[in-house]
């Protein structure tokens, strides 16, 4: 997978030997924030991107779920986080084979989520189909980085991987993703709560699972909560509510190569 951009062309996915797939997988979830960021600025002063990308920091950062699991991971690492995970290790709530379950109909919703918003049109709704996949890609991405920089032991001591969670960081980016969707869909109340109660049900179910196997602490995951849901918002933020214009979307295939090519207007 890799993206070249190029006259506001951006090919979105190709397909690679598999030897050099996991390298440049990486290198394309590091840059593809930067280039959605970026890239498009040419249409518009630079000042106007750097103005919105701060207001939509500004948004994730203050909702109270960000802040709010900040200072509860806090607040605990200095308490009786060591307690009450070990509590939760001895006396399991519910099956944690569940988690893989859970992070699956987590992914689900976000994505049928984006398809239920009736947007203006196909090219419209695609956009906010990618704006999702990037968000939801570049919290998996943020996970594993902090897997790499930050060693803190698990709980069971079974690695050091404690901080940043892929059963926690990346369903709360997708849960994010989702209330954002849910708010632009135009279905009644009860609806909207009922698609934001199994999102934030499953990813709370796949972060628990975590601590019942030992894998982190509570504190651990709620940093991951904090970080996943800044993470998703963001994007939002920063791709939709503008109603900037992805002007064309097409599939080019061959024997050995499928891509995805966009021209998004920033």
């Known amino acids: 997978m890799i993206f070249y951009p190029k006259n506001s062309i951006i090919p979105l996915i190709s397909t690679y030997p598999k030897k050099t797939h996991k390298r440049i997988t990486i290198k394309l979830l590091f840059l593809f924030p930067i280039i959605f960021i970026f890239t498009g600025c040419s249409y518009h002063k630079l000042n106007a991107a750097l103005n919105r990308t701060k207001e939509a920091s500004y948004t994730a950062i203050t909702d109270p779920l960000t802040w709010g699991s900040a200072i509860g991971a806090t607040a605990l690492y200095m308490t009786y986080d060591d307690d009450i995970t070990q509590h939760y290790m001895d006396h399991n709530i519910f099956d944690s084979d569940i988690d893989e379950t859970l992070r699956t109909i987590n992914g689900v919703t ?26 939801s890609a570049t919290a998996r991405f943020t996970t594993t980085t902090l897997n790499t920089l930050i060693k803190k032991k698990t709980p069971s001591g079974g690695d050091d991987y404690a901080i940043g969670s892929h059963h926690a960081l990346d369903p709360f980016a997708n849960s994010a993703l989702t209330r954002r969707n849910v708010r632009d869909m135009s279905i009644p109340t009860w609806g909207k709560y009922t698609i934001n109660t199994i999102s934030y049900l499953s990813a709370t179910g796949s972060a628990f699972a975590r601590v019942q196997e030992g894998g982190h602490s509570v504190a651990d995951q709620l940093v991951s909560v904090s970080i996943g849901n800044f993470i998703g918002l963001f994007f939002y933020e920063v791709f939709i509510p503008d109603n900037k214009e992805l002007k064309s979307i097409k ?15 920033f």
């Open 110 to 135: 976000m994505y049928s989520s984006a398809f239920f918003v009736k947007d203006d049109t196909t090219i419209d709704m695609t956009k906010r189909v990618l704006v999702d996949f990037t968000g």
């Open 251 to 265: 599939a080019n295939i061959d024997k050995n190569h499928f891509s995805i090519t966009a021209n998004w207007n």
